[in-house]
């Protein structure tokens, strides 16, 4: 819970207009707040009092958060409205990132540019406009010409700290994506005129028409064949925010023709196991999630990657990793389950996989380092290590499967877990 400044209440409060002003405001952040709610906040905060900020967040948090992932937004919003000394500064921070000298260099706190958003869009309202000063008409010139467009910010912007628009408009953009895999050589072999092998059976029916003079050798090369894609996607608490984005970036891929993938397994975990795969072929995407998450009960729950890999390794491995599989695993690593444990399933999960490429958002820290023990039972048996908390970085995810030496991060954190 973040620190609080002391309350500071109008000589005349409206209390009730405030905490409906407030419910409005934490609407607009994305949480889901009725009149309902309202009403069991206004009754709450008359039972439990008005004398202590504390006990005051702790009463709108039962009666307006329902949801682990509510709580980041719920106390942004709380901070920014009931009176930060800098309400305003920090807002305008948030909404206008490329001004300089109006708050301090800081990067933005989780769901804090949200929050922001949420207030100013009702800045209008009538209890601020009796407050506010009138505003002075100020001509401001920007000059636009070397600030980069919204489409490319927003490329490399954290999923967590997105907008509620900037969030719609990032599954807009990963709509588009793909990730094309190079085809892999079979057993089985196709006609061609510049094979290197022979093909003995062609070449002999050929002769027999003259008379068995040869006159030409019939070539054969490997066919081609696509390999499965196997996605793996952590949905605890902890991943919430990523995990429904990169289902949406899963489902494109799963709907893109011609994108090279013989078929798209896609499973979810937290503390069991789900396969969504038939979910995700429904072309409509808001349909198809919604059904992926009435499918898998445990979202925003605990974690147990050691017993839903185990699950996998065990009941789902020889259907959809025949023929070597690539295998996307989607998660923070953060699992307090037995890492020996861990440690072999992610084992036995290389060793049937054709490649095993780790997608973890803590990478988006510059001083992240392997010490978490669920992360250093699972680093050594990956083949390339990535970070997956921006649109750049799922765009780089085509180069890192083409590339069979590309380790990512692995080299590196490798270093460091042995130093």
């Not at 009931?82 to 909404?95: I, V």
């Not at 503390?271 to 038939?278: A, F, Q």
């Not at 039972?377 to 890192?400: N, Q």
């Amino acid at each position: 819970m973040p620190e609080h400044a002391p309350l500071d209440l109008p000589d005349d409060p409206q209390l009730v207009a405030n905490l409906v002003h407030f419910a409005r405001a934490l609407r607009r952040a994305g949480l889901r707040v009725g009149t309902g709610r309202v009403a069991d906040a206004i009754r709450a905060v008359e039972a439990a009092g008005f004398t202590d900020k504390r006990d005051f967040y702790h009463v709108l948090e039962a009666c307006f958060v329902s949801r682990a992932e509510e709580r980041r937004a719920f106390a942004q919003v709380f901070r920014l409205f009931w009176r930060d000394p800098r309400f305003m500064e920090h807002m305008m921070a948030m909404m206008l990132p490329a001004v300089r000298g109006v708050a301090e260099e800081r990067a933005a706190q989780a769901a804090e540019k949200r929050a922001a958003e949420a207030l100013l869009a009702g800045a209008e309202s009538p209890l601020r406009e009796a407050e506010a000063e009138p505003p002075e008409e100020t001509e401001i010139e920007v000059d636009a010409a070397r600030t980069t467009s919204a489409e490319e910010r927003l490329r490399t912007l954290d999923f967590e700290q997105m907008s509620t628009e900037e969030i719609a408009q990032a599954k807009r953009m990963l709509a588009r994506l793909s990730l094309p895999v190079r085809p892999v050589p079979s057993r089985r072999a196709a006609a061609a005129a510049a094979g290197r092998a022979i093909d003995r059976r062609r070449t002999l029916r050929a002769a027999m028409r003259t008379g068995g003079e040869v006159s030409r050798l019939a070539r054969t090369r490997p066919r081609p064949r696509w390999p499965n894609l196997v996605a793996l996607c952590d949905i605890s608490g902890s991943m919430s925010r990523y995990s429904r984005v990169l289902l949406h970036f899963l489902h494109a891929v799963s709907n893109r023709q011609g994108a090279g993938w013989a078929e798209v397994h896609a499973f979810t975990f937290g503390t069991r196991l789900t396969n969504v795969t038939r979910h995700l072929r429904t072309r409509d995407v808001d349909a198809a999630l919604a059904a992926a998450g009435a499918e898998a009960q445990d979202w925003e729950g605990g974690t147990r990657i050691g017993d839903c890999l185990h699950a996998f390794n065990r009941d789902w491995s020889r259907r959809v990793m025949g023929q070597g599989a690539v295998v996307l695993l989607i998660t923070d690593g953060l699992d307090r389950g037995d890492p020996e444990r861990l440690a072999r399933q992610m084992e036995r999960l290389q060793l049937t996989a054709r490649r095993l490429v780790w997608i973890n958002p803590l990478l988006r820290y510059d001083d992240f380092a392997p010490r978490a023990t669920g992360i250093r039972a699972m680093l050594p048996h990956v083949d390339s290590f990535r970070a997956g908390h921006s649109i750049a970085t799922l765009e780089d995810l085509a180069a890192t499967i083409s590339r069979p030496d590309d380790a990512g991060e692995k080299a590196r954190l490798m270093a460091a877990f042995s130093g």
